[in-house]
């Protein structure tokens, strides 16, 4: 079932403006047109769109998000270079989450500090 740029941008979140970007970008893959000449996005855009958003918040570039989008896309994708750029992404992810977990670690740290020098002074934390 295909869908208007508005009930993707309802599924995903992502605003009308950002998707034509992508698409312009070839990150969307090949949308079909109506009749009358409007844009019929696949119902399986939502999960791409949704992971295309997830890494570029983890940093990713829109390079390394169109690989692994027409990757997922293709149906000729040579198996092992597949695995491959797969592997090499989720150890880039595993290593953000660990210096997410270092960065969170740190700063509880922090925060105990301060509420301990908080309540020496006779403030407390809400």
Avoid at 91 to 111: A, D, G, P, Y
């Amino acid at each position: 079932m295909a869908m208007k740029i508005s009930e993707l941008e309802a599924h995903t979140g992502v605003g009308r403006h950002a998707l034509r970007y992508y698409e312009r970008q070839g990150l969307l893959g090949e949308v079909q047109r109506t009749t009358g000449n409007y844009r019929d996005y696949p119902e399986s855009l939502v999960k791409q769109v949704q992971l295309l958003k997830s890494m570029q918040a983890l940093g990713f570039s829109l390079t390394e998000i169109r690989q692994v989008l027409d990757g997922l896309r293709s149906s000729d994708i040579d198996c092992l270079d597949g695995a491959r750029l797969l592997a090499e992404k989720r150890q880039r992810i595993e290593e953000n989450i660990r210096n997410l977990r270092e960065v969170s670690r740190t700063l509880h740290q922090e925060q105990k500090r301060l509420e301990r020098r908080a309540q020496r002074h006779g403030k407390r934390l809400n």
